[in-house]
């Protein structure tokens, strides 16, 4: 039997660097979907990228065929360009010798990925990508709820 094919779009923001942030996720399947978001009181915008990433994976009930679509380019790189596979083999380092940052939400994520098959797709933040803009705008909304 074939797994089911989900197009997840995730984004994440911050108000300032560090700051308040929020992420969300949409998944999108068979002409359903389905919209999620958090954020956290002190975190980076990378942070929320991941995170979106992340719980857009784990909501996911069974094994799928995955589409991630993100504006991030770090995370599209990431997969996209073999960077992963050479921080592996480096314990966790660049290619400048310093650890990589985020390390425990990289871990998280290769861990969601696990189940599934996972193909990622750059994205334009910003521009007139419906649904980019749907999951920006409610990463938002999750960021202004850990402002003071």
Not at 106 to 111: C, D, F, V
């Amino acid at each position: 039997m074939s797994k089911p094919e989900v197009s997840i779009y995730t984004d994440g923001a911050c108000s300032g660097n560090p700051g308040p942030g929020g992420w969300a996720a949409l998944l999108e399947t068979k002409g359903k979907e389905k919209t999620i978001s958090g954020g956290e009181a002190r975190t980076t915008n990378n942070r929320m990228e991941l995170k979106a990433a992340i719980e857009g994976l784990r909501a996911l009930k069974k094994p799928c065929k995955v589409v991630i679509h993100s504006d991030s380019a770090l995370l599209v790189n990431t997969f996209n360009k073999g960077w992963i596979d050479n921080w592996l083999k480096r314990d966790w380092r660049k290619a400048d010798k310093k650890p990589v940052e985020n390390q425990d939400l990289w871990k998280a994520l290769l861990n969601a990925m696990k189940p599934h098959e996972v193909k990622w797709v750059k994205v334009k933040g910003h521009a007139n990508n419906e649904k980019n803009n749907l999951v920006d705008e409610l990463a938002v909304a999750a960021a202004k709820k850990y402002q003071k």
